[in-house]
């Protein structure tokens, strides 16, 4: 659920009124955030705490103290003299004996243990308009040493100076590069001109929060993600894990087919067929890995007459069997994950093709795909573009990628992915993905929580292959590799 900055205040005074200690949520939240940061960060390093007099640096005060308690090396730097906290803030103030504060210039020789965390506890969800100068200064240099010494910044609730309802940013916004929101999402936080600012997203809830604010969006974390992922029974067996089908690859885009295969069998595909033309099929017979079976047909349309749970079709295809592929999107009677060249040639085709298909359809283009698809859609936000796709075709699932992948279905919430890093900026991402929906679709999840458990477990594994390596070096195969961990994580 997301909310406004108003409606989480209304909140959090209707909890107050109940009976809920504000000190708590405090404690619940400070000790959240802590654990998000030690979730990237598993060994200790050095942790700046930026401190506004609000509650918000209280959170702050407290996520710094249980770092200390786990080893990291702490200091502080205040906006203000310390007389000036509110009275919560003020209490854990008191109990950082330890902490050194900081004062300018601050030289990245005084933070010698690396890694440098920078906790954003400068302003809440109650300022709004740019920030005040003293506070706008430590904002610029929060950045500064962001970009000088490869720190990591987190803000907390919200980045500050960012509109928490509009998403809109103000002079010297803070950017960061995980936001771990509080109680509640805010809406602002998902707004296409918040993404750059607001970095990868967690959400910490505290207990004796209760709203009821359905905007019809949401946010893909653990806590959501956990009831749909899929549960075996003791005998459980291959025929029911799902079959899939995978029309992918073709000659010079061979490596397009061994993704998809690998993302579904690390997805849990209880039996995997890659059909392959002959120009292609000794190639891939040869190269793929041994699970997959590989098929030799010489029309993709004879796919039609095999018996599967889900296809995958597109990565790596080409553009040269173009009937076949439309025929194929059109007449199978499978949910089907269609991307890549297959997008394409949808796109050329127009929408006729979908409105016609015979069973459900997962479509997950790009920008530029989606820009193909529907014309003008660059110029809307990117949540509207893939609602307003999702409304005029009703029973299939859009899964828009980027930064903030964004997943709409007719009827249903739409969703928010959390997880991932700039790394995956790189060719064959999608198509592990295409891999990943196409074995859940599989194993009969419906196609809209299919493609957000998919988005989600592949970003996840993203972060968890940059653990031990620059996140510029993470490459899809690392991404198949570690959605087994992903998995294990919502398990």
């Known amino acids: 659920m997301l909310v406004t900055c108003h409606q989480m205040q209304q909140i959090e005074h209707e909890a107050f009124d109940h009976g809920v200690s504000a000190a708590r949520l405090m404690e619940e939240a400070g000790c959240g955030i802590a654990r998000e940061v030690q979730r990237f960060f598993p060994h200790p390093g050095t942790a700046v705490a930026y401190l506004g007099t609000g509650n918000n640096a209280g959170d702050a005060l407290v996520a710094a103290r249980e770092l200390e308690q786990a080893g990291w090396t702490v200091a502080l730097r205040l906006s203000h003299s310390p007389d000036k906290f509110k009275p919560l803030p003020l209490q854990h103030w008191q109990r950082m004996t330890h902490a050194r504060v900081l004062h300018p210039p601050i030289h990245t020789q005084e933070l010698p243990q690396r890694p440098i965390i920078l906790l954003d506890g400068l302003v809440g969800i109650g300022v709004k308009g740019p920030l005040r100068p003293e ?7 929060m950045n500064q040493l ?5 720190g990591w910044t987190v803000a907390i609730d919200l980045p500050s100076g960012l ?5 809109e940013p103000s002079g010297d916004t803070v950017v960061a590069d995980l936001t771990v929101t509080v109680g509640f999402p805010k809406v602002g936080l998902v707004a296409d001109t918040a993404t750059a600012f607001v970095g990868r997203l967690a959400w910490i809830a505290l207990r004796g929060l209760e709203g009821d604010c359905p905007l019809g969006r949401t946010l893909l974390t653990p806590q959501t993600l956990r009831r749909s992922l899929p549960r075996r029974s003791f005998d459980f067996h291959k025929g029911q894990a799902g079959r899939v089908g995978i029309l992918a690859g073709s000659s010079g885009f061979l490596g397009a087919a061994e993704l998809v295969c690998s993302g579904a069998l690390r997805a849990g595909a209880g039996l995997v067929t890659l059909f392959a033309k002959d120009a292609a099929y000794s190639l ?17 349309r004879e796919v039609l007459d095999h018996s599967f749970d889900a296809l995958g079709i597109g990565p790596g295809l080409g553009f040269d069997a173009e009937d076949e592929v439309l025929d194929v999107i059109r007449y199978a009677e499978a949910p089907t994950v269609v991307d890549a060249d297959a997008l394409t040639l949808m796109a050329r085709a127009g929408s006729a093709v979908l409105l016609s298909s015979t069973a459900p359809r997962l479509l997950t283009p790009h920008p530029g795909e989606m820009k193909r698809l529907v014309l003008g859609s660059e110029n809307h936000p990117r949540v509207m573009q ?8 009703p029973g299939h699932t859009l899964l828009l990628k980027g930064a903030r992948t ?8 739409t969703f928010f992915n959390t997880t991932g890093h700039p790394g ?12 990943v929906c ?6 009969k999840m419906a196609l809209h929580e299919a493609a957000g458990l998919a988005a989600w477990a592949c970003g996840r594994a993203a972060e968890l292959a940059a653990t031990s390596s620059s996140q510029l070096s993470v490459l899809p195969s690392d991404v198949a590799m570690n959605l087994g961990q992903a998995f294990h994580e919502l398990e």
Do not use: C, F, N
């Open 135 to 141: 506070l706008r200064k430590l904002a610029v240099e």
């Open 146 to 150: 962001r970009r000088e010494s490869s």
């Open 163 to 167: 509109d928490g309802d509009t998403g």
């Open 284 to 300: 891939l017979a040869s190269r793929i890995r041994p699970e997959v079976m590989v098929k030799p047909i010489r029309d993709y």
């Open 386 to 393: 893939a609602e307003k796709w999702a409304m005029a075709h």
């Open 406 to 413: 964004v997943i709409a279905t007719g009827g249903k919430d």
């Open 424 to 435: 995956m900026a790189t060719g064959g991402m999608g198509d592990v993905l295409t891999g």
């Open 438 to 443: 196409a074995a859940l679709v599989g194993q």
